[in-house]
C-alpha cells in the first residue's frame, strides 16, 4: 500500500521560506519521481513541480527561481523549497506519485503567506 505523508507547512510572512517534504512507503520516488501540487479553496489542484526517477525538474512558471523540488533517495522523501513565497502562495500542498497506472495523494499541508 502507497502513503504519502507531507509536513514542513505553516505560515509565514512574504519574503520567506519553508521546506516541504514527502515521505513514500510502498513506492519508490528513485523509480517512479514525485511532484508537488497546490490548490487554494474551490480551485483546481495545480502542479507545482515535479521531478523524475531520472532528476528531472519541471516547475510552474510562477514559481521558477523561487521553489526547488529535489529528492533524497536513501529516504525515499522529495522536498520542496520555497523562497521569496508570496501572498498568492498561499494553498493546500499536496504530494503525489504515480505508481502502476495509479496516482497517490497525501493527505495535504497548508502554506499561508501573509502579506
Known amino acids: 500500500q502507497v502513503r504519502l505523508v507531507e509536513s514542513g507547512g505553516g505560515s509565514v510572512q512574504s519574503g520567506g521560506s519553508l521546506r516541504l517534504s514527502c515521505a513514500a512507503s510502498?513506492?519508490?520516488?528513485?523509480?517512479?519521481?514525485g511532484a508537488w501540487y497546490r490548490q487554494v479553496l474551490g480551485k483546481e489542484r495545480d502542479l507545482v513541480a515535479q521531478?523524475?526517477?531520472?532528476?528531472?525538474?519541471v516547475y510552474e512558471d510562477a514559481v521558477k527561481g523561487r521553489f526547488t523540488i529535489s529528492r533524497d533517495w536513501p529516504k525515499n522523501t522529495i522536498y520542496l523549497q520555497m523562497n521569496s513565497l508570496k501572498p498568492e502562495d498561499t494553498a493546500a500542498y499536496y504530494c503525489?506519485?504515480?505508481?502502476?497506472?495509479?496516482?497517490?495523494w497525501g493527505r495535504g499541508t497548508q502554506v499561508t503567506v501573509s502579506p
Open positions: 510502498g513506492m519508490m520516488f528513485s523509480r517512479n519521481g
Open positions: 521531478i523524475t526517477g531520472d532528476g528531472n525538474t
Open positions: 503525489n506519485a504515480r505508481f502502476r497506472g495509479a496516482s497517490y
